[in-house]
């Protein structure tokens, strides 16, 4: 449970200074006038530091978990598998929600790019040129 947690920490951080770095790039490529690659640099470094910090309260719930475990390993007292079980439920309940957060964006996701498709397909039939006899 420790090293999992160091792993996600570890993904936190690096996240983090990836979603800086693109941030600078695209501060950097918007002063140097690459129309909207400095923007897109931007919304992707945001994108990276919202997902960083999710990253974050589950590598730590997993952090206290394991703490936990260890007390309760010395002292077999019920009062530090309760606080054990309580971390490892904060873990779930995030976890499983963050998952239903993640499938309602993909359906979303799949439907908005449905509905530009056809948009795309039925405006590009409206212009089409007849082709002559």
């Known amino acids: 449970v420790m090293f999992i947690s160091v792993l996600t920490l570890l993904a936190a951080g690096l996240m983090l200074l990836g979603g800086l770095a693109m941030m600078i790039?695209?501060?950097?490529?918007?002063?140097?006038?690459?129309?909207?690659?400095?923007?897109?640099?931007i919304g992707i470094g945001i994108l990276y530091l919202v997902i960083a910090i999710m990253y974050l309260y589950p590598g730590v719930k997993l952090w206290a978990y394991g703490g936990s475990i260890g007390r309760l390993l010395h002292s077999r007292a019920s009062e530090d598998l309760e606080v054990a079980l309580l971390h490892q439920k904060s873990f779930w309940k995030f976890s499983g929600i963050a998952a239903i957060v993640v499938v309602v964006l993909y359906v979303i996701?799949?439907?908005a790019a449905g509905v530009v498709g056809y948009l795309t397909a039925s405006r590009a039939a409206s212009h089409a040129v007849p082709m002559s006899k």
């Open 25 to 41: 790039m695209g501060v950097v490529g918007g002063a140097a006038g690459s129309g909207m690659g400095g923007m897109s640099g």
């Open 109 to 111: 996701g799949i439907g």
